[in-house]
């Protein structure tokens, strides 16, 4: 269910080998019962190689595994040509990797097929190659080497490009998507997915839309950007209805259920999983039925029904340990010591977790948990010096891993940049030609490569070009300060936003991991948002405060900007807190008038605003708060007990307060 294994399944994209013979293949996908039936009256001893090669491709279709691979052994033995050999290889890689879920003699398919491609003509090479490539990282996947997947991945993409395939770009730039999304590599992912979107929508490649929703919609769940995760996934459930793969189906239903249950509601949840197992039951899927044996046990932990978390993750375990599925096994492992370190069992999560070097080529995200897992089992038992040692490589390997997507995205948007000015530079180039109205052509070739090796040298040379000095930012260094500071904007302008931002429990978060990890994480914090838009910033009872110039239509969009980097913040620090957000208006609430000393009066409307929302939606990873003043000055903010005020403006209408976009219910008398 969760992260990259819920991605790891086959396409069911056929290589294209000659043209001819693409058109046969595509025609058999359409319709696999009409072929397979008119093939099958052919008798065996007279049957020849391409005959059984299409009827293991029909076979395939039908999921009628014993069949498909002994018509495609047929074929391998029958002696085709190697074009159609390497096919034939190809496809008795996919009977593995889909049908019988054995990934190792998929993989060793494949290598047979990769034999074949210097016995290939050259005009069919690039792409078979890049066919081949495409389902190597898609095999490769499916055993846990992300590293040998991306690299096949990328080599696919590049053979497709270099020779104008479209189709085989589309399906390489699919994979090579979803592997990026699994590394949390989200500047790539959105390049990747992006280019494929172009293609899919060119190609009328509904399946392949599908895939594209699917996957931004994981990388929205992973950005906490939880209404934009179920708008895509729904948009994938819809599309892939319409499909005749319904293994897909299950997956975007497995999916759409994890955001669900993130998004707290339990009961679509619930029923969302059900769906799922009804069809992968159907389908007969072991690994998709593991998976939602998966998703099941979420479910119950996010209940803390610990014991049916515990047996529907035996269910699953059993599952992928006969599937060999090594990596997908070691989530569980995960999950299992998960649940053992919320019962404080700590005899039963040491032993649930591997050891260190069984995740030495895991994905990112698996070694995060372990070592989250492990910093709190170790100051579970009060060892502290272990606790300390596991917090330092968790916060190493996040910071690494924020490092390399600032990289990927300083990278992608620097080509993006050169590549637009040397095309703007070059149309305007041509332009001046055509205006000059050039007769001598070999006179106009020489000032186009002229104009050519000055952008050349344009982009490469070193920039010595000194940057604009950013502002400041508006730094209060105690309340008092920032309170001065809030009040003397809002002389200028009615346009001022509060908000405040707080880790769930942050007095334990000190005890485990002392005070200056949460101080510099604030502060990192406030390094990524837009300081034009900021008035002052202070941190405060161990909250951060910010107070912006920003008109409420625009709101929507810096509070977009601001959970993407409370996310990434998040990711870096031990045990992933919950992160408490809270924001409201301060004109209506204090007037356009107002001494400075009632703002802190405003502090309780936040600390009353989590309260309440904790305790309506307690399932929730995350708690982004909204205040609406539906009339001026609801309350007096210097009375002693302001609390009760709030409460009376909230039963009244006064006050309104929405967690992560919910309506929540008045305070109770």
Known sequence: MKKYGLLLLWLYALPVVAADFAGELKKIQQNPAQYATELSQTAEAQRDAEQWLKLGVAYLQLKNKDAALNALNHAIEAGLNPALQLQAWQQK?????MLFRDNNNALQSLQQAELLLAQVPAIEKPQLQASLYENFAQAYNQLGNLNQASRYAELSVNIAVAH???????????????????????????????RALILAQQLDEQTSLASIHMRLGMAYRKLAQLPLSLQHLQAAETLYQQSVHQNLLVNARI????????LGEIDKTAQTLRLAMQDAQQLDDSHL???VHYGQAQLAMKQNDYALAKQRLTKAMQLFSQLGHDTLYQELLLALAEIAVAQQDWQAATKALPAEAELQQAADFLKLRYWELKASLHAGQQQWQQAFYASQQLVALRFAQTAIQQKYTLDLLTDDLNQQQLKQQLQQALARLQQQNLWLAGLGS?????????????????????SPELPALPQATSWTEFARKVHKEAQKTDQLQLQALQLAGPQQFKFQFGEQILRDAMLQLVEELPVAAMAAYTVHTDALWLAWRCPPEQLAALQQQLQAAVTLIRRQLPTQPKIYSCVTALTPLLGKQWPVQELAGIRELVWLSWAQATEQQNTADHYQVEVQCLQPNPCSWQTEDVRADLINALRLDLLRISCNQQLLEKPQL
């Open 93 to 97: 890689a996919l009977v593995y990797g």
């Open 164 to 194: 104008q395939l479209a189709y085989a770009e589309l399906k390489a730039r699919l994979i090579a998507g979803r592997l990026a999304l699994q590394q949390n590599n989200f500047a790539l992912t959105q390049r990747q997915l992006s």
């Open 255 to 262: 999916n759409l259920a994890e955001t669900y249950l993130q």
């Open 289 to 291: 039925i593991a998976l």
């Open 446 to 466: 020489l000032v186009l490569l002229l104009l050519l090796a000055a952008a050349w040298r344009h982009f490469f040379r070193p920039n010595t070009d000194t």
